[in-house]
């Protein structure tokens, strides 16, 4: 058999929605499809605000922008995160200051954050790795105690929850990512969301070129001016479309998800070399958006793990290096740091293909061969 890291879930009615904002003939830019997009995100998480944006990166940006971070802020972040994050601080002259995530959830450890706190730290992004919350409630109050403004990056995480609240509400300002292998796509997107009406604002202008304009930009005449500095970031008409028909089936997306990597976790936790990606209580709601292993005796044997996988046919991945040890930030003098737990969890764990539709047969035959490797 061969089986992708992910497939990506679509219907029909995806289909129908984006044909018809095509057969329109108009308004593939800044249509009414943008903000039937954002309304559903905001009422599904019930957040006042959500402003989409053509990438989860550029999410990111928009709320350094917005928040006036500068040089000489200090912004805590993990290692254990896409790129992404780590480059966020930069985009804006501030630093990333990387902290050690904890073993549950490999979330940011709060011990090791509060350590790390200065006079300069304005701000700490958390991330919620392949749709497992992290410890955001204590972070939150950590924040909050220490008048800093908390970020949520729950790019992998929609839907998710910590007891009865979704990820992405308990923050000051959340990020999501629409990308082709997350909960729900829009191929390529993501979104802020906030209770925050000023920020939502400051960020509706700076993903437009910083403008103002009553009417329609490209076919009215209305009173223009550009208020800020800002970019293009903006999401599709075409691909809003698309986002909104999957948000109407995103709870049975999470749902197959779920019932998959439960039957994943049952099979695989009884492989003596192999930690399931099992939520610490039942308060995690995981989405798994990722369905990440951890091989026990590290680098080595999970290596060869992946080279079986690829004889049967099964994509497997390592998700994340240490964003601390890529090169650009080294050359920053960013890399001078110890992060054990982060080092090791790095070495040990490997993300198996996980996607709403995966047959018994696909399930079976993935389980199987880690099963027979070790």
């Not at 500068?70 to 805590?76: A, L, P, R």
């Not at 403004?149 to 992998?156: F, G, H, R, S, T």
């Not at 223009?224 to 599709?236: A, F, K, Q």
Request: proline fraction near 4%; aromatic fraction near 10%; charge should be negative.
């Amino acid at each position: 058999m061969e089986i992708p890291l992910f497939k990506i879930h679509w219907s029909e009615e995806d289909i129908k929605r984006v044909e018809k904002v095509i057969r329109s003939g108009k308004h593939w830019c800044i249509g009414p499809e943008i903000e039937e997009f954002e309304e559903k995100i905001a009422r599904y998480l019930g957040l006042k605000e959500c402003v989409v944006l053509n990438s989860g990166g550029a999410a990111l940006l928009a709320l350094m922008e917005s928040y006036g971070f500068s040089k000489g802020d200090e912004v805590i972040i993990p290692s254990f995160t896409f790129i992404a994050t780590a480059y966020a601080p930069l985009y804006v002259g501030a630093k990333p200051v990387f902290a050690d995530v904890e073993e549950l959830t490999y979330g940011l450890d709060v011990s090791d954050v509060k350590q790390r706190i200065t006079a300069n730290t304005k701000a700490i992004i958390p991330i919620h790795y392949g749709g497992m919350p992290c410890e955001i409630d204590a972070l939150q109050e950590l924040a909050t105690d220490n008048d800093l403004i908390l970020i949520e990056d729950a790019a992998e995480s929609f839907g998710a929850k910590l007891g009865t609240r979704f990820t992405g509400t308990f923050g000051d300002s959340t990020i999501f990512s629409f990308c082709q292998n997350k909960v729900f796509t829009t191929s390529e997107g993501g979104a802020v969301v906030t209770d925050n009406g000023d920020l939502a604002n400051k960020i509706k202008l700076f993903r437009s070129y910083g403008r103002v304009i009553s009417g329609d930009y490209f076919s009215g005449n209305g009173e223009l001016d550009y208020v800020e500095t800002g970019y293009n970031l903006r999401m599709s008409t075409i691909l809003a479309a698309l986002g909104a028909s999957q948000m109407d089936r995103v709870g049975e997306l999470i749902s197959m998800r779920r019932k998959n990597a439960h039957y994943l976790n049952q099979r695989l936790s009884e492989i003596e070399g192999v930690i399931p990606p099992t939520p610490p209580s039942e308060e995690y709601y995981s989405v798994y958006q990722m369905y990440t292993i951890r091989i026990k005796e590290g680098k080595k044997k999970r290596d060869k793990l992946i080279q079986h996988l690829k004889r049967r046919g099964i994509s497997s991945k390592v998700y994340f290096e240490p964003a601390h040890k890529y090169s650009v930030l080294e050359k920053l003098g960013l890399g001078d740091i110890r992060l054990p737990v982060t080092e090791r969890l790095t070495s040990e764990v490997l993300t198996l293909p996980m996607y709403p539709h995966m047959t018994q047969e696909e399930l079976d035959y993935v389980s199987e061969a880690v099963s027979e490797f070790f």
